[in-house]
């Protein structure tokens, strides 16, 4: 079983969370093509501004990842203006192993993590689509966000 956490914004988080459904960019299918049946997911949501206030960085849950990737053109996802006309056609189908009530904000995490290993620069370790990590970073955030599973 592998580790992953994933990157989104909140309005996908909660489509996945709603859908079951994660999809990552056409430039990530050798990377989707790495996730098996029984590997995990965090969900990373990056800081946002809501009208006057700022959303602080953080993880929304964990999922299992419960089929064998596959390929969906059709639109599901929120696609950042940035990004064009990107679908997410890589999805994976996920169950919600703990759901976090509220968001566990990411910050104070990044000097116990292992996968952080420029912890000045620490976001350039989650601008991509999903990126492994070692299974004690899965284990402290789960403990941290009080749903050890």
Known sequence: MTHWIASSNRDNAKILDAKHIWGVPKRNKTLMQRVKPGDTILVYVRQEKEGDTILPSAITGAYEVIAEPYEDPSRLFVTPPQMGDEVFPYRMKVRPIRVFAE??????????????????????????????????????????????A
């Open 103 to 148: 968001p566990l904000e990411f910050k104070p995490l990044i000097g116990d993590l292992r996968f952080i290993t420029n912890k000045t620069m620490w976001s350039g370790h989650l601008r991509v689509a999903m990126r492994e990590i070692p299974e004690e970073d899965y284990r402290f955030i789960l403990r941290r966000a009080g749903a050890e």
